[in-house]
């Protein structure tokens, strides 16, 4: 069988096709089926284990696009028909334990687990179910395997989970095998701040909508929201030794990172967000300091309130900033900022995100179609003046009482210089992205996952949105 499924992978091009042909109901019925694992490992080495297999709610996915064409995320998840090895299903995406391996505790040998979960379609007979990561070079490596018999009654937890909170559908524009499912969920909101959870959803749902490509597209989603009480409002600060009894976990600094906000209740998560057709995930946390996070095909976090006067803004752009990573796969653009990753990306190797390149090739640039005639590769712009400007606003205390104050000429200098750049609104090869400085470049010389301001998503990031929501819809 292991031959077999082997050489599947190489016959997976050539069977595409003839898998989209054939109806969904060949292969799958109109369910869920959830696979929980537990990664463990270390920097350059890992495990994933079995946790447990769940039958959960309708499938709220494309019943075409079954194969995924679009080539993003560090993992792959590939399901095969047992019967035939016919790949009937896979999926990229990314995670937090991936992420955890390009830092210094990983680096020091010390073991970690994180929670993880796939999704697909429940197979009506019996799969095998593989997990591959990307090697340096970009070439996907099967690290996990396992069969599943979905008729087999001590494989499968059938619970029917009673959800002891409330749901419903905020923005309703068709069935969500059609649609982008979008489910958002609150995190250190109490009872009283219910309103204010509320008042939140409809102030980013209005924001996200207001934001080009999604403004167009916005009959191609529908919103979900799901509430659920926390004990204490707020969440977790770990630096200020402020803790939090919220139901998602989410917390401040991930990684040694004082903005970056995940969560590692990854099944909390799961269980609650199982309540409602989702194909991706919100979480509000109600907290006033600046942060969020998102990771392609998992969720985004992102903070709802601030002392600041005027700085509202912020928060609408970290909002739509971490979609982009969670549902379109883009990287970040920038370089500059204070990020916890060693070695994030390897030196001369193409990667994944569609938003950057390492340009090894001008001829072969992943977004040549964009670029206008006579545009130069790499483009030049000002990037020595606007370092200069970086490195003066990295000495800052970012988490001082008067950060805002002392950034903001040094904030006001790069924005007027990004606007007034030779090749602003163009589309090029400009030198600095992916927490890099060198040897790494974006499309354009600002952008909605450059910096930090309200400026559209340039021409490719936008592309790659609305492929996403093609994937989805079409």
Request: overall charge negative; aromatic content about 14%.
């Amino acid at each position: 069988m292991k031959q077999i499924i082997t050489l599947s992978l190489f016959l997976s091009i050539a069977f595409s096709g003839s898998v989209r042909a054939q109806s969904f109901d060949t292969y799958f019925v109109d369910q869920t089926m959830r696979v929980d694992f537990y990664h463990t490992g270390i920097k350059g080495q890992e495990t994933i284990s079995l946790d447990k297999v769940y039958e959960e709610g309708a499938w709220p996915g494309s019943r075409t696009h079954l194969l995924d064409p679009l080539n993003l995320g560090e993992y792959i998840v590939r399901v095969y028909d047992v019967a035939s090895a016919l790949p009937i299903y896979s999926r990229g995406y990314s995670t937090m334990f991936n992420e955890w391996q390009t830092t210094d505790e990983a680096a020091a040998g010390i073991y970690r687990t994180f929670h993880e979960t796939v999704r697909f379609p429940f197979p009506k007979n019996k799969v095998q179910v593989t997990v591959s990561r990307r090697d340096k070079q970009m070439i996907f490596h099967e690290i996990f395997s396992t069969v599943i018999d979905p008729n087999a009654p001590t494989q499968v937890n059938r619970e029917q989970r009673t959800h002891p909170f409330k749901s419903a559908k905020f923005i309703d524009n068709g069935p969500p095998q059609k649609r982008v499912d979008l489910v958002i969920l609150p995190d250190g909101y109490t009872k009283a701040d219910m309103e204010k959870f509320r008042s939140d959803v409809k102030h980013f749902t209005d924001v996200l909508f207001g934001t080009s490509p999604y403004k167009e597209r916005k009959k191609d989603f529908n919103v979900w929201i799901i509430e659920f009480e926390s004990r204490q409002s707020g969440i977790d600060k770990p630096d200020k030794n402020e803790w939090k009894e919220n139901v998602l976990g989410t917390m401040y600094n991930t990684f040694g990172s004082a903005r970056y906000v995940l969560t590692e209740e990854n099944r909390a998560l799961r269980d609650i967000a199982s309540a409602v057709p989702y194909d991706a995930i919100t979480i509000l946390s109600s907290d006033n300091r600046y942060g969020g996070g998102g990771m392609y095909n998992q969720y985004l976090t992102c903070f709802t309130q601030t002392d600041r006067k005027g700085m509202e803004w912020q928060m609408d752009y970290v909002y739509v900033h971490e979609l982009g990573h969670s549902f379109a796969g883009l990287g970040d653009e920038y370089y500059a900022s204070q990020v916890s990753y060693v070695d994030f990306y390897s030196k001369g190797i193409e990667p994944w995100e569609p938003n950057l390149t390492a340009l090894n090739d001008a001829a072969t640039l992943k977004w040549k179609n964009l670029v206008e005639q006579g545009t130069p590769l790499p483009t030049p712009w000002d990037k020595a003046k606007f370092d200069s400007l970086e490195q003066a606003r990295a000495k800052l205390d970012r988490l001082a009482p008067d950060y805002y104050e002392k950034r903001e000429p040094l904030y006001r200098q790069s924005q007027e210089l990004l606007k007034n750049a030779q090749y602003a609104g163009k589309v090029g090869a400009f030198e600095g992205a992916g927490y890099m400085s060198r040897g790494l470049y974006r499309p354009a010389v600002d952008c909605r996952m450059f910096s930090l301001s309200l400026t559209d998503f340039d021409p490719v990031c936008r592309a790659a949105i609305e492929r996403m929501i093609d994937y989805y819809v079409q």
